[in-house]
């Protein structure tokens, strides 16, 4: 384990819709997030950084779970790039490891006081069919995909219900959760089981008020879709594809996070939040 650390702000108390607090506009300032902690695993790339910048921007304090390339983590200039006013720490903690993800729920309360929103969001993929799948390929990508999104809401759940209750679980999942895509078989039926744990873990969870969604990205542009991205002809097709003609840029899916974690969604729970540019009323997946 390895742990770096940034500046040191106020680590106010997680706030969160009242009923004495008129919801708006408060929900839908600049500082939506502001004091509370928000860990995002998988964080030092693609759509995992561009949350940590949306939510520090938004004032949370931040906590980056990283497993490799560490010059990628420097909590302080990712806090500086977002203009935020929260704080970062970086935690090196592989999700498909329970004993790792607990560390990293310690290690953000032990320096923030609190946790306020888990972000489930380290993924990957093999891009294989169900023949062309071994079982390493398999293991590889339930245990980060499934097993760390399971096991980051359990132990999160946990920490939600000692404080008292509350809380926001988000798993970034993918318009895979319901829409096949053959050739990357492991992959959907992973996303297809964070869909169901999303519907059935939320509903025994909003007892003690936490809410569990999640965000459903469609083609995003970061290294999980590098080498279609790479290919003029492959990426010409995916665009086409798009209603919106476009693959998403990765701070749109943190302004969608943003905006599930904070009291603006105090009302949504135990479901998926598309965010696909269209493609899933379009045509194949590439
Ligand atoms: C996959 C990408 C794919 C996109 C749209 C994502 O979940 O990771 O490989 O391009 O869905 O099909």
New binding site residues.
Partial sequence: MSEATSHDTQADTAGGAGAEQPLLPDAFTAKALAGRTVIVTGANSGIGAAIVDACAAAGANVVIDWVTHPETVDPATRIAEAAGSGSAMAVQADVGNVADLQNLIDQAVARFGRLDVMINNA?V?T?HSLLETEEKDFDFVMNINLKGTFFGAKLAAQQFIKQGGGGVILNVS???EDWP?PG?TA?CVS?GGARMLTRTAGVELAQHGIRMVNIA????NTP??AQ?MADPEKAAA?NHSIPLGRVAEPDEIGATAVFLASDAASYITCTTVVV?GG?MMSAA??
Avoid: F, Q, W
């Fill in positions: 993924g993929e891009r993918s318009v895979h895509m990357n992959y996303k990205p469609g083609a995003v999980i879709n279609t995916l696909d493609i997946g590439l």
